[in-house]
């Protein structure tokens, strides 16, 4: 995972980073589980497929969750965990209301739009998860594999309805995208329609890497602008994430910084040199200095990336900084058809 500030969900640029559609093609851009499940949501009774066999019991970090038959009704305590719903066909009865009735992300609004489910039913979760409101939506099952609140949360939700979260408490920062997904999809009967919305991401990655072979080894370094630090991001021990899958490499540099170790001074610019330099400002006028401010710095100016003019910013306004960070079963896609032409231009200095 990406070890920026963590998110409750989406509330303006400085939350999207202070906290990152599952398309089943990137070239179709569609969103959701596969064509069988895209039609299926939790208000109407799933067809009786699933490998698991019901009752079904996971553990995790607080005891033990059993789902006595395969759910119908699945409410969700995280943005994250909406995503999963959504890719997996799904409509949630109840979710937090993420983007505090701002524009619903591209990715989001195209599985909601494929679903045929107009708005999402939220609730208000600036002072935390809504349990009244939760409770009052009598859900099968709680989705909670994407939240950093589970400590707090867990004793709250369980006698509301079965609680489908992580194993370990380290996991709210620790778990990968796809193993959030396949441990809900085991409490849902859907394990099979979670095993496509894998292959189909890993589809549209490896599409991707083949059109642009001009990728492969080159450098990369990924630098996000906080309010206090410039921070770089593609540190030995981050997790590669996209940019990778695609074929870039991390710099010698990236082995003298860690989560820990990770903040840029102005007079140390240099060692932003790569490649290919990626930068995001995600809080604005909050951040440490604006896109302006950095272009004009002096050292900033002499980087042969930025001379050779192969250096991009990864925009935050349409929360695809948001999403490269914290990618989740809705968005990875999404982030690949973004992020590709972005690439491209900055490895062909354009």
């Known amino acids: 995972m990406n070890h920026l500030a963590r998110p409750a969900g989406r509330r303006g640029a400085a939350r999207v980073l202070l906290a990152a559609a599952t398309c089943l093609a990137l070239a179709t851009g569609c969103s959701g589980g596969s064509g069988d499940t895209a039609s299926q949501t939790s208000e109407k009774k799933p067809a009786a497929a699933g490998a698991e066999a ?34 997996l066909g799904l409509v949630p009865v109840l979710t937090p209301d993420a983007e505090d009735g701002g524009p619903v992300p591209e990715y989001k609004q195209r599985a909601i739009d494929k679903l045929g489910a107009g708005e999402l039913k939220t609730y208000d979760d600036t002072d935390g998860t809504d349990y009244e409101a939760l409770a009052a939506a009598q859900p099968d099952v709680i989705l909670g594999m994407n939240t950093w609140s589970m400590d707090t949360d867990y004793a709250k939700l369980e006698p509301i309805a079965p609680v489908v979260t992580y194993t370990d408490k380290a996991h709210a920062d620790t778990l990968t995208w796809q193993e959030r997904l396949t441990t809900a999809a085991k409490a849902l009967g859907m394990t099979e329609e979670a095993e496509k919305v894998v292959a189909a991401n890993d589809k549209a990655v490896a599409d991707a890497a083949a059109e642009h072979s001009e990728f ?3 450098t990369y370094t990924y630098a996000v602008v906080h309010p206090e630090q410039i921070t770089f991001m593609s540190h030995a021990d981050q997790d590669p994430g996209v940019f990778e899958d695609l074929g870039l490499s991390k710099t010698d ?24 330099l990626l930068m995001t400002y995600p809080f604005g006028d909050n951040g440490l200095l604006s896109a302006s ?15 050779n003019k192969h250096y991009a910013v990864v925009p935050s306004e349409n929360t695809l900084a948001s999403a490269v960070a914290y990618p989740d079963a809705l968005s990875a896609p999404w982030v690949v058809e973004q992020l590709t032409p972005l690439l491209a231009k900055a490895v062909a200095g354009e």
């Open 293 to 307: 401010d950095l272009e004009s710095n002096k050292v900033f100016q002499s980087l042969d990336v930025v001379r």
């Open 54 to 87: 019901f009752p079904v019991t996971l553990a995790n970090a607080w005891g033990k969750t059993t789902v006595e038959k395969k759910p119908v009704k699945v409410a969700t305590v995280s943005d994250g965990d909406t995503s999963i719903a959504l890719a």
């Open 216 to 218: 492969e080894g080159r």
């Open 253 to 276: 540099k990236a082995g003298d910084y860690d989560a820990e170790k990770n903040a840029v001074s102005l007079e140390n610019l240099d060692q932003l040199e790569a490649d290919v």
